[in-house]
């Protein structure tokens, strides 16, 4: 089977949806014998140009970059994305395309229409369901209708979810709908005994990641407990407002920013923390979550979309209330003091995602939906 892979981001860009595209295309080809092109976008970020097209592909899976190379934000390069796989998509027999997030959904329907080509479209979440810590810009109400269209508006012959909450919304506007979490190479972590005593975040520093509530609630369990520490891992646009409100609120000492890190130290950032905290207003399925589980970390989290029908409270992590600072610095809190009872937490989550969240299960099931529609 020959698929094509639609995705907006791509390295240096990180996040759920470039791991979740690439690991998934390595588990197609691997055990269903699937060809796999993946079109994504030429980028630049601090000078650096990242347009080769070598990075994470195999002989089974190809990666194509493509032109205009500029940063990721450029409303150039975004516009023009939605154009710039036609020609390829067009070009090529392919049994499947595949888009992924919103922009690749134009070139999807698109190819699909021109070629007659089965079109499945991965959701990695979406702002059509609530409007808790979503884009308050003047331009918000034209995104939420392009939104829609693309996610809504458009035909599809699958649509796949990655989590559960959005099933229902997406089944009233297509006719086949899957929920298929995401996965974790849970062998490329490790479990590690001597841990600091360091909160860990790791994610992008955007505002629906909700870094700067963490921030404060830690200043507030800093009071109490000195020796505490929080690592902030990841680069976004809000950094240098973060960095700012550490030092108003004393606390810069106890905080470090790391930016971006490598593949190679994420699995060290994980298995030397106490605890991952996710402070996020929403998520589709994080994949930080799975990462963090993969090597035996226990979890706070805030009990929202995405994340609340995945953290078995007490049990893999610790749900908080949402949109409370308060919840938050209490959660960190009782990590502290209960050091036996988070760790148990760890190493449940660990074992949970051994039987339940490989990338070769993912694989198998969007497999089969692949079937389903050719």
């Given at each position: 089977m020959k698929v094509a892979m639609v995705i907006d981001d791509w390295w240096p860009e990180t996040g759920g949806g470039p791991v979740h595209v690439r690991e998934l295309s390595r588990s197609l080809s691997k055990y269903y014998n699937c060809e796999v092109d993946i079109y994504t976008r030429a980028l630049k970020k601090d000078g650096e140009r990242?347009?080769?097209?070598?990075?994470?592909?195999?002989?089974?899976?190809?990666?194509?970059?493509?032109?205009?190379?500029?940063?990721?934000?450029?409303?150039?390069?975004r516009i023009t994305s939605m154009a710039t796989p036609l020609p390829s998509l067009l070009s090529?027999?392919?049994?499947?395309?595949?888009?992924?997030?919103?922009?690749?959904a134009v070139p999807t329907r698109l190819a699909g229409i021109a070629t007659r080509t089965p079109t499945v479209f991965t959701i990695h979440g979406t702002a059509l369901?609530?409007?808790?810590?979503?884009?308050?810009s003047a331009l918000s109400g034209i995104k939420r209708l392009i939104e829609k269209q693309f996610v809504l508006g458009f035909d599809y012959d699958s649509v796949i979810s990655v989590n559960n909450e959005h099933v229902g919304l997406l089944s009233d506007h297509h006719p086949s709908v899957h929920a298929i979490p995401n996965g974790v190479d849970y062998e490329w972590f490790s479990v590690d005994s001597n841990?600091?005593?360091d909160f860990?975040?790791?994610?992008?520093?955007?505002?629906?990641?909700?870094?700067?509530?963490?921030?404060?609630?830690?200043?507030?369990?800093?009071?109490?407990?000195?020796?505490?520490?929080?690592?902030i891992v990841g680069e976004g646009p809000k950094r240098e407002d973060l960095e700012r409100q550490t030092k108003s609120?004393?606390?810069?000492?106890?905080?470090?920013?790391?930016?971006?890190?490598?593949?190679?130290?994420?699995?060290?950032?994980?298995a030397s923390a106490k605890m991952f905290v996710l402070?996020?207003?929403w998520e589709?399925?994080?994949?930080?979550?799975?990462?963090?589980?993969?090597?035996?970390?226990?979890?706070?989290?805030?009990?929202?979309?995405?994340?609340?029908?995945?953290?078995?409270?007490?049990?893999?992590?610790?749900?908080?209330?949402?949109?409370?600072?308060?919840?938050?610095?209490?959660?960190?809190?009782?990590?502290?003091?209960?050091?036996?009872?988070?760790?148990?937490?760890g190493e449940t989550a660990r074992d949970l995602v051994e039987k339940e969240y490989s990338w070769e299960g993912v694989a198998e099931r969007t497999h089969e939906v692949y079937q389903d529609v050719t």
């Open positions: 990242y347009d080769t097209n070598k990075e994470y592909q195999s002989e089974d899976v190809r990666i194509h970059r493509l032109s205009p190379c500029t940063e990721y934000w450029n409303p150039i390069g090529n027999d392919y049994d499947i395309i595949h888009g992924h997030t919103f922009l690749p369901t609530t409007g808790v810590g979503r884009d308050n841990r600091t005593d860990l975040y790791l994610g992008r520093l955007t505002a629906r990641k909700q870094v700067s509530d963490l921030i404060q609630a830690f200043a507030d369990v800093n009071n109490d407990y000195p020796h505490a520490n929080l690592r609120l004393g606390i810069e000492e106890s905080v470090s920013f790391e930016g971006r890190v490598s593949d190679e130290e994420v699995p060290h950032h994980y402070p996020s207003a589709g399925h994080p994949l930080t979550l799975l990462e963090a589980w993969a090597a035996g970390t226990p979890v706070i989290a805030r009990a929202v979309e995405g994340v609340e029908e995945f953290v078995d409270h007490g049990e893999t992590g610790q749900l908080v209330a949402p949109d409370s600072i308060e919840a938050l610095s209490d959660g960190m809190r009782f990590a502290i003091e209960n050091p036996d009872r988070t760790r148990a937490w």
